[in-house]
């Protein structure tokens, strides 16, 4: 498909995404690349990165958050208790630019929103897990006005209403693998209280309990007049 909205979005598998946006920025949500195994090889390494967003601590979104802002420079956007774990591994205050549910920040140009997740939460390091704040998801608004959302890892809630008449995304980025995050059935519902007409299903197939399919969002949502399941593979890109 093509977007038509000067913007490319590239799924690294799992809940990863690589943005290019119409201002040349390159953006990474929840980047869990080099233990990710249904990332590419070739797009496991980073050599450039503007802007990280991260949903919550958890490893398989977390990920390899520490290393890309070491070698990048980029900034990250996150909870502010991810931004303080961040701080103590050496990242820099200012290039950590923490926030909370409810607020929105303009970064290079991107106007970030975080928003609700149902979740949990932690940093799990080798002497146990580290409290890393709430999950949360993200309304991100492109330079030139397209806005797309991602979910994080949640289950479906009836506040997803607020943000589609609120924010009025056009494409969400929405988990179906179940188990830990909505089924198909319940991604549904959660297209219906979102309303936009562009999703991209993540979060599944990654381990073998993400039983969710896009072919059981598409039977699910078979009545949402001109809603669009963007079934993607791992590495390929949306421009």
Known sequence: MNLNRDVSITWLGHAAFRLQTPGGRIVYIDPWLSDNPACPADLKQVDRADIILVTHGHSDHLGDTLSIA???GAKVVAIPEICVWLNSKGIPEDRTLGMNKGGTQVVDGIRVTMVQAVHSGAIFEPG??????EPAGFVIELENGFRL???GDTAVFSDMKIIGELYQPELAMLPIG???VMSPREAAYACRLLGCKLVIPMHYGTLPVLTGTPQALRQETAAIDGLEILEMR???TLK
Do not use: N, S
């Open 178 to 180: 179940d188990h830990y």
């Open 149 to 151: 959302y991602h979910a």
């Open 234 to 236: 791992p590495g390929e």
């Open 128 to 133: 146990g897990a580290v409290y890393g704040g």
């Open 70 to 72: 070491q070698a990048t």
